[in-house]
Each structure stands twice: as structure tokens, then as C-alpha cells.
């Protein structure tokens, strides 16, 4: 005698969250068991170095993408000056950022935006800071250099804008070029650093060093967020079958 099975509208509902519940766990597993991806950023600030220890401070946040043969970065530049550090500045207008450029990049060309740092200066030195050059520097228009002049212009407390750079050398690719500038901001070998003017504290400018900064991917997060939805998801069904 043949067997008879009935998919009653319960037994389905049953079946559909089981398989949701699946197809979710295996999303959640690949999430946790994958290398988390990281967001490069600097913070300038004078925890790393600061001549005037003003508490002036900016944020770099760095952005590679690959254009055929060459790699386009993107930065993205904000005054985070808020009265926390330092001599507790609350107004500081950030005129200029030097930094250095990993080996593996032979050749650049700048596009300044719509930002104010259209000037360009390289092998940069900026005395009391460090006794190190910066390869490359932008800063606005004005009389002076990264060690002296008021230039008027830049981004206030709390302004942001953004600059690009295309970068050239032998087989470059947006990641290898990406982790060349997080170790070499990590182990010290690259460089990077702001100039302040107007500052309401000390002697009224400042130079202050970056340092680096990693924070996991929105990615990553809602991975982790799925699976903890999940795990919990878990739990209360089997506090009800418990019941």
C-alpha cells in the first residue's frame, strides 16, 4: 500500500523557515569565517606628534580603485578639531598635508577638486616635527611653505573635501597599492602630517603627525549582526520547545 503525505499550510510554514533558517546560518558562517576587510584611514593628531600640542587634529580617509594600468586614490580629508586634545583648540583651519608614497608607486598625477589645496610641493620638510621629508604635500594657495606663511584658506572645524591621485608603477593593483600604504603607516616607514593656521590655542598654528587607523566593513558588522541575530533566533526556539 502506497504511503500518503499531506503538506498541511502548518508543515509548509514549518519547512520555509527551516530553510530560511539554513540559507541564513550558511550566510552567517561565511561572514564569520571570512577575513574581516579593513577601512584605511589616519588620524592626524597629537597623540602622534605635535609641535605646538594645540589639539588640532584631521582625519585622512584613503580609497583605491583600479583604472586600467593605474590605481586612482581617492582622499577624502576632514577637520575633526573639537576641543578634546591637546591645549583643547576649538577653531583651527588645516591648510596642508604631506605625506609619503609606498615604493611601489613611481609617478602621480594630482587633481585638487574642488578643494582649496591646490598647491603642490614635494619632498617636504617640516623641522620640529620630524626630522624626516614628507615625499609629497598639497596645501592652499597663500604666501609660505609647510613651516611658515598664513594662508587664509583650507577646511574649519569640521569642514571636509576631497582630492584624487593617479598613481603609475610596474603592475600596480588597488590592493597591492592599499596594503604598500597600511604598512607602511603601520610600521613607521611611510609618513603623514597636517599643517594648522588659526588656531584659537598656543601660539596660534600647529604641525601635527598622523597615525593609522583600522575599523572592520560595514560588511563585516552585518555579518556579525546576522549571526547574532541568528544565534538568538536559536535560543528562543528552543526555550519554547523546552516549555
Known amino acids: 500500500m502506497k504511503s ?7 508543515s509548509i510554514r514549518a519547512l520555509a523557515g527551516t530553510t530560511a533558517l539554513a540559507a541564513g546560518m550558511a550566510l552567517a558562517s561565511t561572514a564569520l569565517t571570512a577575513a574581516p576587510a579593513q577601512a584605511f ?6 597623540q602622534y606628534g605635535s ?14 580603485v583600479q583604472q586600467g594600468a593605474q590605481v586612482l586614490l581617492n582622499l577624502d580629508i576632514k577637520n575633526t578639531t573639537n576641543g578634546s586634545t591637546g591645549l583643547g583648540a576649538t577653531q583651527a583651519t588645516l591648510v596642508g598635508v604631506a605625506f609619503d608614497l609606498p615604493t611601489i608607486v613611481s609617478a602621480y598625477t594630482y587633481n585638487p577638486g574642488s578643494s582649496a589645496f591646490t598647491q603642490t610641493y614635494n619632498n617636504v620638510s617640516i623641522p620640529g616635527l620630524t626630522s624626516e621629508t614628507f615625499r609629497f604635500g598639497i596645501r592652499s594657495a597663500g604666501s609660505g611653505n609647510f613651516v611658515g606663511g598664513n594662508p587664509q ?9 576631497s582630492v584624487s591621485f593617479l598613481l603609475s608603477g610596474a603592475n600596480l593593483t588597488a590592493a597591492g597599492v592599499e596594503s604598500a600604504f597600511q ?28 597615525g593609522s587607523e583600522a575599523v572592520p566593513e560595514p560588511t563585516t558588522l552585518g555579518g556579525l549582526a546576522l549571526g547574532a541575530a541568528i544565534l538568538a533566533r536559536l535560543r528562543s526556539r528552543k526555550v519554547q520547545q523546552n516549555a
Open 51 to 64: 609641535t605646538e600640542n594645540t589639539g588640532a587634529t584631521a582625519k585622512l580617509d584613503f580609497n583605491f
Open 41 to 46: 584611514g589616519l588620524s592626524i593628531a597629537p
Open 4 to 10: 500518503t503525505y499531506v503538506l498541511t499550510s502548518l
Open 153 to 161: 584658506a583650507g577646511l574649519t572645524a569640521g569642514q571636509s573635501s
Open 183 to 210: 604598512s607602511g603607516f603601520k610600521d613607521g616607514s611611510l609618513q603623514a602630517g597636517g599643517r594648522f593656521q588659526q588656531v584659537n590655542a598656543g601660539g596660534g598654528s600647529d604641525k601635527v603627525l598622523a
